[in-house]
């Protein structure tokens, strides 16, 4: 596997119908596709851009903020499943190891993916695509871990040791762990402009107070949204 990198595969249903069973496994895969579709971005223009471009600050900036909630992904997932639920058991050994794999390592190479950022913030000039490219070398194993974790949710089981109500506010609260843990000011519109609306016309939900809101939330990272796959307000792909 090469970039650009394959998203998973989705279900196109209104997860507010869904079974809260069935949600979980929907809901990741979703997530996880917005992060794959980022990663892909920042490969492609990594190519493209140069040092003389006068939006590489933008670039820079919309790199070091993936950084920073890709490493929250991961650390979410964690989170999630080595919480122990109402059985006194983490849902890793409810189901199997394999829901929460090891990320160590490409924290790592997200960590020096942000260093190298910032090199470049501070010293536009040393900017290399091809050492931004380099970092992001785990992207295929990133993305057959990311597969396997999710086909590893039994949901079978996972009904046999929660209940209904449990496991909806257990992704609940993930949620908001991980709105509590990065920046919404990048998030929010990071999910609304990485998502394929072709896929799911129902996600991400937002609310007519959200809507309202959205044209000044975008303003607070102005710059970067035109590196983005998709406009945040029409949902319409950028070409």
């Given at each position: 596997m090469s970039f650009p990198l394959d998203t998973l595969p989705v279900l196109p249903d209104d997860l507010e119908s869904m079974?809260?069973?069935?949600?979980?496994?929907?809901?990741?895969?979703?997530?996880?596709?917005?992060?794959?579709?980022g990663m892909n971005n920042i490969h492609q223009i990594a190519g493209v851009i140069n040092p003389l471009h006068p939006d590489l600050r933008h670039y820079l900036r919309y790199v070091e903020c993936y950084c920073d909630i890709l490493k929250m992904h991961f650390q979410g997932?964690?989170?999630?499943?080595?919480?122990?639920?109402c059985s006194g058991k983490p849902l890793m050994v409810i189901i199997s190891p394999a829901c929460n794999p090891s990320t160590e390592l490409f924290q790592e190479s997200l960590e020096h993916l942000h260093k190298l950022v910032r090199n470049y913030v501070?010293?536009?000039?040393?900017?290399?695509?091809?050492?931004?490219?380099?970092?992001?070398?785990?992207?295929?194993?990133?993305?057959?871990?990311?597969k396997a974790q999710i086909e590893a949710i039994e949901i079978d089981e996972l009904r046999r040791h929660v209940s209904t109500e449990n496991i909806i506010s257990m992704i609940q609260e993930s949620i908001d762990w991980f709105a509590e843990n990065t920046d919404v000011?990048?998030?929010?519109?990071?999910?609304?402009?990485?998502?394929?609306?072709?896929?799911?016309?129902?996600?991400p939900p937002i609310t007519p107070d959200g809507q309202s809101k959205l044209p000044a939330v975008l303003k607070v990272h102005e710059g970067v949204w035109q590196f983005a796959p998709f406009d945040a307000v029409t949902r319409e792909q950028i070409v």
């Open positions: 079974d809260p069973f069935t949600v979980l496994p929907q809901l990741m895969a979703l997530m996880k596709n917005t992060l794959i579709r997932d964690n989170v999630f499943f080595t919480k122990p639920v501070e010293n536009p000039s040393a900017y290399s695509g091809s050492a931004v490219r380099d970092c992001l070398t785990f992207g295929p194993k990133m993305i057959e871990q990311m000011a990048f998030m929010a519109p990071f999910v609304l402009t990485h998502h394929d609306p072709a896929t799911s016309r129902y996600w």
